[in-house]
């Protein structure tokens, strides 16, 4: 069905791309795999005509075929839904699922029935509910990827590649993703799946390609793989059996450094929460249940409309989260491009920049502290970095979040608040936070995490408490965690199976 053979892809002096290769059959899955910065996305972006490559092999239907553009892509039948979406923000939902393939009426004149019929099938085919008329940018992060899903589907394409669309979703939104691309399989079409939860790719996909460093390593059907064959191809190195251990933290005198009661803010209904020095407490629910307010108001973001906040023993009443910064808090965020990454500058001024938050401003800062400070972060946490005075988006995504956990971590913060710090982060990245989160609460330091990761909660967690509709569904210690006992617990059902 399409192939990229021999493709070679460079900016400027960095190789993107050897001599790579990819084949995906007329009614496959294909999941692509590598750690960030492995070429999975330049593969990707090439077939969308993003990018040309320098040199090598496009074919559909066994034809060579030029595209330098996303029209030429859309002509030989590719259609992409990208992680970053492609939808414009100001624009409403049906005009841009119908923008470039509009129905002609009368008079030239675009056929607003027809664009309804068409919109609402592609939709309810995906079980999204929305009001087609709102602008894009008024919609919930989820519901504008499954949007973008549905703008790549309604082309009725040959090839349709998905682009880490899952790591915004949830779970009951990824199943509805998941029937969806299961019937396109069984319609013929092609699919080339990106994704960094190694769990999708086991449900999902028929083959898997693995790149390593723009090369493609290995080529396999999925059900001859293990989780570790696959850490292996992407990272070259075999799977430390210890990394992925999660003992027991070993507290120190049991002192209580956040204490929520009954905190009342927007989504967040009626939440108690205890952590202790040295902890690791992980925030599990579906999307929407309240856990990002309920971080941004600890934080001091957001205001509670009730309830209290005691944090090292004093109630807070931030009016920012300079507040609480200023008090021994760190916050670092999934989205790193709205709330974590500066990406105009460098990457030892984005390493920098917390702790200027918290010193005073009219200290002067000479360029050397600045580049000791970060030169130390990117030695102690092994980021893969150029020169320091490049800009911060010239890191992998990967490296760009590890860029943004030293930030904090540097600081030996009291208490560090993170809210899905490894969406769409590579697995070998995502083990290098885990570890790094780790050996900070063994130093004393209190970790809250929230994470759309089941399974992710429940290696580094000592307890986790489970949001549903905003308050707490349940609560899971370490000796009594499982899969089936969490999941109940974020649908709100009781270990007997009703309701809660």
């Not at 070993?250 to 108690?272: A, H, P, W």
């Not at 929460?273 to 971080?295: S, T």
């Amino acid at each position: 069905m399409i192939a990229l053979k021999g493709i070679n892809k460079s900016f400027g002096t960095v190789m993107a791309l050897k001599d790579a290769n990819l084949d995906v059959k007329e009614g496959e899955i294909m999941a692509l795999l590598g750690s960030n910065g492995s070429g999975k996305s330049t593969m990707i972006k090439i077939l969308a005509g993003l990018y040309i490559p320098n040199s090598g092999k496009v074919q559909v239907d066994g034809k060579n075929v030029k595209i330098k553009s996303c029209v030429d892509s859309h002509n030989v039948g590719i259609a992409t839904a990208f992680q970053d979406l492609s939808l414009v923000p100001t624009m409403t939902v049906i005009d841009n699922l119908v923008l470039g393939i509009e129905p002609q009426g009368k008079f030239g004149m675009v056929d607003r029935a027809e664009s309804v019929r068409m919109v609402n099938e592609v939709l309810d085919r995906l079980g999204v509910e929305c009001d087609i008329d709102a602008y894009v940018q008024t919609l919930p992060t989820s519901t504008q990827s499954m949007v973008e899903v549905a703008k790549a589907v309604l082309l009725k394409p040959k090839v349709l590649l998905l682009d880490e669309v899952t790591a915004s979703l949830h779970h009951d939104e990824i199943e509805l993703l998941f029937d969806l691309v299961r019937k396109l399989k069984d319609e013929g079409i092609a699919i080339v799946f990106v994704t960094h939860r190694m769990g999708e790719v086991f449900e999902l996909s028929d083959r898997v390609t693995i790149m390593r460093s723009g090369e493609t390593v290995i080529v396999e059907d999925t059900s001859k793989l293990s989780m570790d064959d696959i850490v292996y191809y992407m990272t070259g190195k075999k799977p430390d059996s210890k990394q992925g251990e999660s003992k027991p933290l070993l507290k120190q005198e049991g002192e209580l450094i956040l204490d929520v009661k009954n905190l009342r803010q927007m989504k967040v209904r009626d939440i108690s929460l205890e952590a202790y020095n040295g902890e690791i407490i992980g925030i599990a629910g579906l999307q929407g249940q309240g856990q990002p307010d309920f971080i941004r108001t600890v934080l001091g973001l957001m205001k509670p409309e009730d309830g209290s906040i005691i944090y090292k023993g004093e109630k807070t009443n931030y009016n920012s989260p300079a507040g609480g910064i200023k008090n021994g808090m760190g916050f670092i965020s999934g989205d790193r491009n709205k709330e974590s990454i500066f990406q105009h500058r460098s990457i030892e001024e984005n390493i920098y920049a917390g702790k200027a938050a918290i010193q005073n401003i009219f200290k002067y800062v000479t360029t050397k502290e600045i580049k000791e400070f970060s030169q130390n972060a990117i030695d102690e946490y092994s980021i893969v970095a150029g020169n320091v005075k490049d800009p911060a988006t010239s890191l992998s995504g990967g490296n760009q979040q590890k860029l943004v956990v030293s930030r904090w971590i540097a600081l030996a913060p009291d208490l560090l608040l993170l809210d899905d710090p490894t969406k769409g982060v590579d697995v070998h990245s995502r083990r290098e936070i885990q570890q790094i989160l780790r050996e900070s609460a063994e130093k004393g330091m209190t970790v809250i995490i929230s994470s759309s990761e089941n399974e992710e909660l429940m290696e580094i967690s000592d307890r986790i408490y489970v949001f549903y509709e905003g308050e707490i569904s349940g609560v899971l210690n370490k000796g009594d965690m499982s899969l089936e006992r969490l999941v109940a617990a974020q649908m709100g059902m009781t270990s007997e199976g009703s309701e809660s």
